[in-house]
């Protein structure tokens, strides 16, 4: 609060600062490079929608039997993505599914993010700063969720 109000007294506009300061300080801390923070940009937003792909799995069949959708949508938020994806191999696929070795393989990918593995991040033969990694998995994951059964 002593540096925001410091610097306001200062006359410093807070608009005016970057709005990727996060990205900028680890840029420069880690030498990291545009096709790093690319990679890293395209799993999160990914990994965000498998895991809400995820949760729709396990919910919209629960609640077709008779479950509250407001009591599953809660319960299952509370979980952490390895969780969902072994409910639903349990519930409803079983562990060789090729849905859930996607999602696995997805989940690991943000977690080598987690632990600063950057090179890891291919999918195909591809690193995913390549349109064309990123156009694969995609592609795969589509094709995958429509033979979801």
């Known amino acids: 609060d002593t540096l925001i109000q410091k610097a306001a007294e200062m006359g410093i506009d807070f608009s005016g600062l970057s709005n990727d300061i996060a990205r900028e300080i680890v840029k420069k801390k880690f030498s990291l490079n545009q096709e790093q923070f690319e990679a890293v940009d395209f799993i999160f937003w990914i990994s965000y929608m498998v895991e809400k792909d995820a949760e729709d799995l396990i919910t919209y069949p629960e609640v077709q039997l008779g ?51 950057f090179d890891n991040l291919s999918y195909g033969g591809y690193h995913l700063s390549d349109n064309r990694g990123k156009l694969k998995l995609i592609a795969h994951y589509r094709d995958v969720m429509r033979r979801k059964k």
């Open 67 to 117: 479950a509250r959708q407001v009591a599953m949508k809660i319960l299952i938020e509370r979980l952490q993505f390895g969780d969902k994806i072994t409910i639903i191999e349990e519930l409803y696929t079983g562990e060789k599914h090729i849905l859930l070795k996607l999602m696995r393989k997805i989940q690991g990918m943000r977690n080598d993010i987690a632990h600063g593995r």
